[in-house]
């Protein structure tokens, strides 16, 4: 429902329908509705917050819960993140007033079952303490953003239970910082033993045409989802 980064809308020769919100993804299972990351107001809004069974959280930057805010007036909602995310300054906002939300710390590496969905949180290598999800209802599926690689635990832990990868693929080739390069994301996927990598957070400056020939050159399955994808896994 929303697969860019802060910087991700329109823009720098994006085409004009081309529409990447913050981070919000749902994943159904059953009856079971939860949100990975709340970036969008607007996805969290047309995702039928109401209906939704929990949020999990990873990390304090805003553009990955600034929908939040939307959720915090409805029914109890149970939000799940560590308890630096929570604590951190940039999440002050809604750790100070989350009047319906239930603030839920975890552990990572430690399986807790949201309805039909189990998840198991891990740690991930961001600027910020963040955390990525295994959820899993049939199938494993990875989400990891924002992140710099993986620590090896997390690595180690992923291989033989993912079969699907939602990873952060913000940078050009080569890129520096606290967020994957493209490649490297792809190399993420190669290295876990992934069936498929969707590769999301493109920041404005990659095309979606250089990620999917670095896939092929690696002869890896992968996709660029836009916003409103539905894939069925």
């Known amino acids: 429902m929303g697969t860019g980064p802060a910087s991700g809308w329109p823009a720098y020769g994006y085409p004009k329908d081309k529409r990447r919100r913050p981070s919000t993804y749902l994943v159904e299972c059953g009856e079971t509705r939860v949100f990975l990351d709340a970036g969008s107001w607007e996805a969290v809004a047309e995702g039928a917050g109401e209906r939704v069974s929990a949020v999990l959280l990873s990390h304090a930057h805003v553009d ?4 939040l805010n939307f ?3 409805g029914p109890e909602l149970p939000v799940f993140s560590s308890k630096e995310t929570f604590e951190h300054p940039y999440f002050k906002e809604i750790s100070d ?5 239930a603030l839920t710390p975890v552990e990572h590496f430690k399986r807790f079952e949201v309805g039909e969905i189990a998840v198991t949180p891990f740690p991930l290598n961001h600027v910020i303490p ?4 295994l959820v899993e209802c049939g199938t494993g599926l990875a989400y990891a ?13 992923l291989k033989g ?3 699907y990868l939602i990873v952060d693929a913000a940078l050009p080739k080569g890129g520096q910082g606290g967020h994957n390069s493209y490649d490297m ?6 290295e876990i033993g992934v069936k498929e990598v969707f590769a999301v957070h493109l920041l404005p400056s990659v095309t979606e045409e250089e990620v999917l020939e670095e896939a092929e050159r690696l002869g890896l399955e992968a996709s660029v ?7 069925e896994l």
């Open 64 to 67: 990955h819960w600034a929908g």
């Open 71 to 73: 959720l915090r007036w």
């Open 97 to 101: 007033r989350p009047f319906s939300l």
């Open 130 to 133: 963040a955390t990525g999800f």
């Open 145 to 157: 953003l924002d992140t710099r690689w993986l620590p090896e635990k997390s690595l180690r832990f």
């Open 161 to 163: 239970k993912a079969d």
């Open 185 to 190: 994301a792809l190399e993420l996927g190669l």
């Open 225 to 231: 989802p836009d916003d409103g994808e539905v894939r």
